[in-house]
C-alpha cells in the first residue's frame, strides 16, 4: 500500500513542472531546481498534512526550515520501491506494468479528492528578489537561516 500512495504523490508532484512548488525550492536553493525526485521524497515523509498544504499552497514550505541542498530525499523512493519488492516478491519494473491494473479507483480518487493544487503557474524568469516576494514566509525563514551562520 505504501509503494502505491508513493507513487501516486510522487507522480502528482512531478506532473506539475508549472506548479510554484518548483519556484518556491529554487528560492530555497538558491537559483536551481535539485532532483525533482527526491524532491518529492522530502514532501512525502514529512506527512500527508504538510504534502497537501505544500501543493495548496508552496508558501508553507517555511514551516518545514528547508536547508540549502537538503530537499532531496532519493532515498526514499528506493525505500519504497525496496519495501514492495520484499514484500510482494515482485520486482519493480513488474510494478510498473501492473500498477493500474491493481491500483483501486476508490484509493486513487481518495487521495485526488485530498489534494488541492495551486493552479498559478511559475515563470522560470522570475529573480530571487521576485520569488522572495512571491514567498514571504520562506523567504523570512531562509533569511534568518543566514544571519545564523
Known sequence: ?????????EITVIKQPGHLMWSALVLINGGYCTDTYGFAGYLITHGREVYEKTLADPDFLAILNPKKDKCNYEEVRRLAQKIYMERTKIKI???EKIYLGVWNKE?????DQSLAINSEIRNRDWTQEQLKEIFPQLAKVLSEQCKKR
Request: net charge negative; hydrophobic share 55%; aromatic share 36%.
Open 1 to 9: 500500500m505504501f509503494q502505491f500512495i508513493y507513487e501516486w504523490y
Open 93 to 95: 519494473r513488474a510494478f
Open 107 to 111: 484509493m486513487q480518487d481518495e487521495i
